[in-house]
């Protein structure tokens, strides 16, 4: 039984999550979030999962598609990837991204930053050396902005060399549905694929901080969805994993351990992160 077909979104979703998204990069530079400095003295952000389901990267191109200011790509680079490009809707996303890349001491030819909408990937990285890549990545929090995940799979599917593979890491969508407190009370429907609109100031990097362009629009998509759309779009579905770990903390009771948010440890576990590779044969 095919997808359904998601109802109409608001005209104006693509610009209102931009406006949120430009807003907020300063924030996420200068905070302990994303800690640059940490970073260019050597921390790695890349999850210790994707490090492994990855694999060894040294020689590959790789394309990280939605990669806001550049630290998981670049950390691509640092283990070997021979070029990456990452491509970002948000200008100044983007020039963060290229004055990290040279505070690292990478050029353009070794990592170049690319400023797309995603859907407009292929278009946007013609101009560069290479049209396809050995390994296309996108990381966590970046399918809930896209209204469409079909035209997202042929996207990158387009885009992966044939040999290559694509790789997603993102949250779990089961953790949407869920009550906000506890994460243990069924509050959403897991199948709503329309539009929801939220309004809230601050940001996941500096919550207590007053913003102005605090309305975003996103969707959830169900595991099914995603991963109908990849095999529809021509890839092999190689694995997919599920975790139970979060990046933040996504329910007030929530604790931190061994460098993830994780459910109290006396609590039943759920998935919270889920990631997969699909090959292109």
Known sequence: MPSPTPPPS???WRETNRANWNERVPLHTAGDFYDLDGFRAGK??????????????????????????GTDTLSWARHGAARVVGLDFSE??????RALASDLGFGPERAAF??????????AVAALSESSYDIVYTGTGALCWLPDIRRWAET???LVTPGGFLYLAEFHPLTDVLDDETGSRIVRDYFDLGAQIYDY???????????????????????????????????????LHEHDVSLFRRFEVFE????YFRLPADRPRIPL?????????
């Open 156 to 158: 990158a599917a387009a």
């Open 92 to 97: 100044p996303a983007v020039e963060a991204a």
């Open 201 to 239: 100031p601050g940001t996941y990097a500096a919550q207590s901080t007053e913003t102005i362009h605090n309305r975003t629009v996103e969707w959830q998509h169900p595991l099914g969805e995603v991963v109908s759309a990849l095999a529809a779009a021509g890839l092999r579905i190689e694995f």
């Open 10 to 12: 608001p005209t104006d």
């Open 44 to 69: 790695d952000p890349l999850r210790h999962f994707e490090l492994a389901e990855v694999g060894d990267v040294r020689g590959k191109s790789l394309l990280h598609l939605q990669c806001h200011i």
């Open 114 to 123: 690319v400023a797309s909408d995603v859907y407009d990937a292929a278009s």
């Open 256 to 259: 931190q351990r061994d460098g």
């Open 273 to 281: 992160m889920y990631s997969l590779r699909a090959a292109k044969d």
